[in-house]
T-cell receptor
Framework: EAGVTQFPSHSVIEKGQTVTLRCDPI?????LYWYRRVMGKEIKFLLH????????ESGMPNNRFLAERTGGTYSTLKVQPAELEDSGVYFC?????????????FGEGSWLTVV | GENVEQHPSTLSVQEGDSAVIKCTYS??????FPWYKQELGKGPQLIID?????GEKKDQRIAVTLNKTAKHFSLHITETQPEDSAVYFC??????????FGSGTKLNVKP
C-alpha cells in the first residue's frame, strides 16, 4: 500500500513568486493534515480536512496560504506571494478516524526555500 | 489548545548507552501520545505510541512511559546504535483531531 506522497520534494523560489505543493494521502484516509516545520522549531499544525471539507484551518499563517482538497482525494497548498519566512518543510499527513485509535502517517515533506 | 514542551533539544550519547527524551503537555484531555523519528531528508515515522489508559509500553529497545498526573511522558532508548541518530518528536492528540508536537530532540549516537 502506498504511503502519503508529496510533490515537489524540494523547491527554491524567489520572494513574490507562487508555489503549489501537492499531497496524495493514503487511500481510504478521509483525514488529511498539513503541518509545517521551520528550522529548529516544532512541527506546527496548519489545517485539517475531513474529505473535501476544511475541519480546522486555525493554523494557517495568513491569507497568502490557500489549501484545497477537491473531491476529497489529493490536496494542494498554495503560497502566493511567497515571503522569506515561508521557508521550511511542509508535511502532509493522513489518517482514518482518530477517535477509533488510529494514528496519522506523514509524507516525506516538501522542502521550500524562498530566496 | 495544547502546549507540548520537549527536552533536551540535543542529546549526544555513546553507542550502547541509553537515551531519554522527555515531554510535558498542558491539557489533561489529551489521551494519545505518539513518538516520531525523523531521519535526514525524510518525513517523521511513527516509532511507538501510548494511550492514556496505559502507563508504560515497550517495543524491543524502545519504551515510552506516561505519567498522567504530572502530564509528562518520556521516550527511552536502550543500547543505542548509530542508526538511532535522528530527530525525535513527541506529540499529544488534542480533542481527537489535532496533534501538537514538541520542538524535537536531535539525538547523536557516537560510535
Amino acid at each position: 500500500e502506498a504511503g502519503v506522497t508529496q510533490f515537489p520534494s524540494h523547491s527554491v523560489i524567489e520572494k513574490g513568486q507562487t508555489v503549489t505543493l501537492r499531497c496524495d494521502p493514503i487511500s481510504g484516509h478521509d483525514n488529511l493534515y498539513w503541518y509545517r516545520r521551520v528550522m529548529g522549531k516544532e512541527i506546527k499544525f496548519l489545517l485539517h480536512f475531513v474529505k473535501e471539507s476544511k475541519q480546522d484551518e486555525s493554523g494557517m499563517p495568513n491569507n497568502r496560504f490557500l489549501a484545497e482538497r477537491t473531491g476529497g482525494t489529493y490536496s494542494t497548498l498554495k503560497v502566493q506571494p511567497a515571503e522569506l519566512e515561508d521557508s521550511g518543510v511542509y508535511f502532509c499527513a493522513s489518517s482514518q478516524f482518530l477517535s477509533s485509535g488510529n494514528t496519522i502517517y506523514f509524507g516525506e515533506g516538501s522542502w521550500l526555500t524562498v530566496v | 489548545g495544547e502546549n507540548v514542551e520537549q527536552h533536551p533539544s540535543t542529546l549526544s550519547v555513546q553507542e550502547g548507552d541509553s537515551a531519554v527524551i522527555k515531554c510535558t503537555y498542558s491539557d489533561s484531555a489529551s489521551n494519545y501520545f505518539p513518538w516520531y523519528k525523523q531521519e535526514l531528508g525524510k518525513g517523521p515515522q511513527l516509532i511507538i505510541d501510548i494511550r492514556s489508559n496505559v502507563g508504560e509500553k515497550k517495543d524491543q529497545r524502545i519504551a515510552v512511559t506516561l505519567n498522567k498526573t504530572a502530564k509528562h511522558f518520556s521516550l527511552h532508548i536502550t543500547e543505542t546504535q548509530p542508526e538511532d541518530s535522528a530527530v525525535y518528536f513527541c506529540a499529544a492528540l488534542y480533542n481527537f483531531n489535532k496533534f501538537y508536537f514538541g520542538s524535537g530532540t536531535k539525538l547523536n549516537v557516537k560510535p
